[in-house]
Protein backbone atom coordinates (compact mmCIF):
# COMPACT_ATOMS: atom_id res chain seq x y z
CA UNK A 1 0.00 0.00 0.00
CA UNK A 2 1.33 3.55 -1.05
CA UNK A 3 2.05 6.65 0.63
CA UNK A 4 -1.41 8.95 1.47
CA UNK A 5 -1.41 11.63 -0.97
CA UNK A 6 -2.82 14.82 0.59
CA UNK A 7 -3.47 13.07 3.83
CA UNK A 8 -6.16 10.92 2.43
CA UNK A 9 -5.88 7.20 2.99
CA UNK A 10 -4.86 5.41 0.33
CA UNK A 11 -6.77 3.49 -2.14
CA UNK A 12 -6.52 -0.64 -1.54
CA UNK A 13 -5.72 -2.83 -4.27
CA UNK A 14 -8.45 -4.93 -3.94
CA UNK A 15 -11.21 -2.06 -3.74
CA UNK A 16 -9.85 -0.69 -7.32
CA UNK A 17 -10.06 -3.80 -8.54
CA UNK A 18 -13.75 -4.21 -7.36
CA UNK A 19 -14.24 -1.34 -8.80
CA UNK A 20 -12.90 -2.40 -12.34
CA UNK A 21 -14.52 -5.76 -12.47
CA UNK A 22 -17.85 -3.60 -11.38
CA UNK A 23 -17.59 -1.12 -14.26
CA UNK A 24 -16.60 -4.42 -16.70
CA UNK A 25 -20.04 -6.15 -15.75
CA UNK A 26 -22.02 -3.46 -15.84
CA UNK A 27 -20.06 -2.58 -19.58
CA UNK A 28 -21.14 -6.19 -20.67
CA UNK A 29 -24.92 -5.70 -19.82
CA UNK A 30 -25.23 -2.62 -21.34
CA UNK A 31 -23.16 -3.90 -24.69
CA UNK A 32 -25.88 -7.36 -24.33
CA UNK A 33 -28.87 -5.13 -23.69
CA UNK A 34 -27.98 -3.04 -27.15
CA UNK A 35 -27.11 -5.70 -28.99
CA UNK A 36 -30.59 -7.47 -28.32
CA UNK A 37 -32.28 -4.30 -28.64
CA UNK A 38 -30.69 -3.87 -32.28
CA UNK A 39 -30.86 -7.30 -33.40
CA UNK A 40 -34.28 -7.69 -32.64
CA UNK A 41 -35.35 -4.44 -34.82
CA UNK A 42 -32.99 -4.51 -37.56
CA UNK A 43 -32.74 -8.63 -37.56
CA UNK A 44 -29.24 -9.94 -37.51
CA UNK A 45 -27.62 -9.23 -41.24
CA UNK A 46 -28.18 -5.72 -41.22
CA UNK A 47 -26.61 -5.41 -37.38
CA UNK A 48 -23.31 -4.16 -37.04
CA UNK A 49 -20.67 -4.11 -34.46
CA UNK A 50 -20.36 -0.75 -34.92
CA UNK A 51 -23.76 0.40 -34.33
CA UNK A 52 -23.71 -2.15 -30.85
CA UNK A 53 -20.64 -0.31 -29.81
CA UNK A 54 -22.12 3.28 -30.31
CA UNK A 55 -25.28 2.51 -28.66
CA UNK A 56 -23.13 1.17 -25.57
CA UNK A 57 -20.88 3.52 -25.23
CA UNK A 58 -17.98 1.04 -25.84
CA UNK A 59 -15.20 0.47 -28.44
CA UNK A 60 -15.48 -2.28 -30.91
CA UNK A 61 -12.61 -3.84 -30.01
CA UNK A 62 -13.98 -4.34 -26.80
CA UNK A 63 -17.12 -6.09 -28.54
CA UNK A 64 -14.96 -8.04 -30.13
CA UNK A 65 -12.62 -8.62 -26.89
CA UNK A 66 -15.52 -9.54 -24.93
CA UNK A 67 -18.02 -11.36 -27.26
CA UNK A 68 -15.56 -12.43 -30.26
CA UNK A 69 -18.13 -10.84 -33.11
CA UNK A 70 -21.94 -11.03 -33.81
CA UNK A 71 -22.09 -14.79 -33.37
CA UNK A 72 -20.71 -14.70 -29.77
CA UNK A 73 -22.98 -11.46 -29.01
CA UNK A 74 -26.11 -13.91 -30.21
CA UNK A 75 -25.09 -16.73 -28.45
CA UNK A 76 -24.65 -14.23 -25.75
CA UNK A 77 -28.29 -12.85 -25.75
CA UNK A 78 -29.84 -15.77 -25.55
CA UNK A 79 -28.34 -17.97 -22.80
CA UNK A 80 -28.98 -14.64 -20.73
CA UNK A 81 -32.80 -14.94 -21.59
CA UNK A 82 -32.76 -18.48 -20.23
CA UNK A 83 -31.78 -17.28 -17.14
CA UNK A 84 -35.39 -15.97 -16.76
CA UNK A 85 -36.43 -12.75 -14.77
CA UNK A 86 -37.34 -13.62 -11.14
CA UNK A 87 -34.33 -13.90 -9.67
CA UNK A 88 -32.29 -17.19 -9.18
CA UNK A 89 -32.02 -18.64 -12.85
CA UNK A 90 -35.10 -20.11 -14.16
CA UNK A 91 -33.18 -23.74 -14.62
CA UNK A 92 -31.98 -23.74 -10.75
CA UNK A 93 -35.59 -23.02 -9.86
CA UNK A 94 -36.98 -25.55 -12.29
CA UNK A 95 -34.61 -27.96 -10.67
CA UNK A 96 -35.77 -27.10 -6.89
CA UNK A 97 -39.25 -27.52 -7.91
CA UNK A 98 -39.09 -30.76 -9.46
CA UNK A 99 -37.13 -32.22 -6.30
CA UNK A 100 -39.99 -30.37 -4.00
CA UNK A 101 -42.65 -30.78 -5.73
CA UNK A 102 -45.60 -33.02 -3.50
CA UNK A 103 -48.16 -32.74 -6.61
CA UNK A 104 -47.96 -33.61 -10.27
CA UNK A 105 -50.47 -30.74 -11.39
CA UNK A 106 -48.94 -28.37 -9.52
CA UNK A 107 -45.30 -29.33 -11.00
CA UNK A 108 -47.06 -28.73 -14.21
CA UNK A 109 -48.70 -25.42 -13.63
CA UNK A 110 -45.16 -24.52 -12.38
CA UNK A 111 -43.18 -25.44 -15.36
CA UNK A 112 -46.02 -23.73 -17.45
CA UNK A 113 -45.40 -20.09 -15.32
CA UNK A 114 -41.28 -20.78 -16.21
CA UNK A 115 -42.64 -21.12 -19.67
CA UNK A 116 -44.60 -17.96 -19.74
CA UNK A 117 -41.31 -16.35 -17.73
CA UNK A 118 -38.62 -17.33 -20.45
CA UNK A 119 -40.36 -17.70 -23.61
CA UNK A 120 -41.06 -13.96 -24.21
CA UNK A 121 -36.92 -13.85 -23.26
CA UNK A 122 -36.01 -16.39 -25.33
CA UNK A 123 -38.16 -16.97 -28.27
CA UNK A 124 -37.22 -13.81 -30.06
CA UNK A 125 -33.91 -14.59 -29.94
CA UNK A 126 -33.97 -17.84 -31.30
CA UNK A 127 -36.59 -17.01 -34.05
CA UNK A 128 -33.41 -14.65 -34.93
CA UNK A 129 -31.07 -17.00 -34.56
CA UNK A 130 -33.51 -19.22 -37.07
CA UNK A 131 -33.80 -16.95 -39.47
CA UNK A 132 -30.17 -15.73 -39.58
CA UNK A 133 -30.00 -19.70 -40.12
CA UNK A 134 -32.14 -20.04 -42.99
CA UNK A 135 -30.60 -17.59 -45.00
CA UNK A 136 -27.27 -18.81 -45.22
CA UNK A 137 -25.69 -17.81 -42.24
CA UNK A 138 -23.28 -20.62 -41.45
CA UNK A 139 -22.47 -19.49 -37.68
CA UNK A 140 -26.06 -18.74 -37.10
CA UNK A 141 -26.57 -22.68 -38.52
CA UNK A 142 -24.20 -23.64 -35.73
CA UNK A 143 -25.71 -22.21 -32.90
CA UNK A 144 -29.25 -23.09 -34.15
CA UNK A 145 -27.84 -26.51 -34.05
CA UNK A 146 -26.13 -25.98 -30.48
CA UNK A 147 -28.99 -24.38 -29.06
CA UNK A 148 -31.85 -27.57 -30.14
CA UNK A 149 -29.09 -29.82 -29.10
CA UNK A 150 -28.90 -28.19 -25.39
CA UNK A 151 -32.39 -27.86 -24.54
CA UNK A 152 -33.19 -31.09 -25.84
CA UNK A 153 -30.44 -32.37 -23.21
CA UNK A 154 -32.41 -30.21 -20.66
CA UNK A 155 -35.64 -31.72 -21.66
CA UNK A 156 -34.33 -34.90 -21.40
CA UNK A 157 -32.65 -34.00 -18.07
CA UNK A 158 -36.37 -32.88 -16.72
CA UNK A 159 -38.08 -35.93 -18.11
CA UNK A 160 -35.88 -38.22 -16.06
CA UNK A 161 -36.36 -36.21 -13.11
CA UNK A 162 -40.25 -36.12 -13.05
CA UNK A 163 -40.81 -39.77 -14.06
CA UNK A 164 -38.21 -40.90 -11.29
CA UNK A 165 -41.04 -39.12 -8.59
CA UNK A 166 -43.98 -41.45 -10.06
CA UNK A 167 -45.80 -38.28 -11.43
CA UNK A 168 -46.24 -39.53 -15.34
CA UNK A 169 -48.13 -42.04 -16.72
CA UNK A 170 -46.06 -45.24 -16.18
CA UNK A 171 -46.28 -46.20 -19.97
CA UNK A 172 -44.27 -43.29 -20.83
CA UNK A 173 -40.74 -42.95 -21.79
CA UNK A 174 -38.22 -40.53 -20.76
CA UNK A 175 -37.76 -39.80 -24.76
CA UNK A 176 -41.31 -39.49 -25.05
CA UNK A 177 -41.44 -37.22 -22.10
CA UNK A 178 -39.12 -35.39 -23.40
CA UNK A 179 -40.37 -34.71 -26.51
CA UNK A 180 -43.53 -33.04 -24.75
CA UNK A 181 -41.34 -30.94 -23.15
CA UNK A 182 -39.29 -30.39 -26.11
CA UNK A 183 -42.43 -29.02 -27.96
CA UNK A 184 -43.89 -27.01 -25.68
CA UNK A 185 -40.83 -24.54 -25.13
CA UNK A 186 -40.49 -24.54 -28.77
CA UNK A 187 -40.17 -20.67 -30.01
CA UNK A 188 -42.52 -21.91 -33.02
CA UNK A 189 -45.30 -22.83 -30.83
CA UNK A 190 -44.64 -19.36 -29.10
CA UNK A 191 -44.44 -17.51 -32.40
CA UNK A 192 -47.76 -19.19 -33.86
CA UNK A 193 -49.83 -18.27 -30.16
CA UNK A 194 -48.22 -15.01 -28.78
CA UNK A 195 -46.54 -13.29 -31.79
CA UNK A 196 -49.22 -14.08 -34.57
CA UNK A 197 -52.13 -14.58 -32.11
CA UNK A 198 -51.96 -12.19 -29.50
CA UNK A 199 -52.14 -14.30 -26.62
CA UNK A 200 -50.47 -12.91 -23.63
CA UNK A 201 -47.39 -15.08 -22.21
CA UNK A 202 -49.49 -15.64 -19.18
CA UNK A 203 -52.21 -17.40 -21.26
CA UNK A 204 -49.78 -19.32 -23.36
CA UNK A 205 -48.05 -20.71 -19.79
CA UNK A 206 -51.27 -21.86 -19.03
CA UNK A 207 -52.48 -23.30 -21.89
CA UNK A 208 -49.06 -24.99 -22.11
CA UNK A 209 -49.20 -26.16 -18.72
CA UNK A 210 -52.65 -27.64 -19.25
CA UNK A 211 -51.30 -29.01 -22.91
CA UNK A 212 -48.47 -31.20 -20.36
CA UNK A 213 -51.34 -32.15 -18.08
CA UNK A 214 -53.20 -33.67 -20.63
CA UNK A 215 -50.41 -35.52 -22.31
CA UNK A 216 -48.27 -36.78 -18.98
CA UNK A 217 -50.63 -37.45 -16.09
CA UNK A 218 -52.92 -40.44 -15.82
CA UNK A 219 -56.05 -39.88 -16.66
CA UNK A 220 -58.60 -39.48 -14.05
CA UNK A 221 -60.57 -42.48 -14.61
CA UNK A 222 -57.27 -44.72 -13.99
Do not use: C
Not at 18 to 38: D, G, N, P, T
Amino acid sequence: MGPAVNGAPPRSRGYDARRRQEAAEESRKRVLAESRALFLAKGYGRTTIAAISHAAGVSKESVYKGFGGKPGLVRAIYEQSLLGSGGPPAEERSDRAQATAVDARELLEQFGRFISEVSPLGSPVYLLIRDAASSGDQDMAALLRHVDDERYRRMLHNAHQVLKRGFLRPDLTAEEVADVFFMSTSAELYETLVLKRGWSAERFGTFMARTLAANLLPSAGG
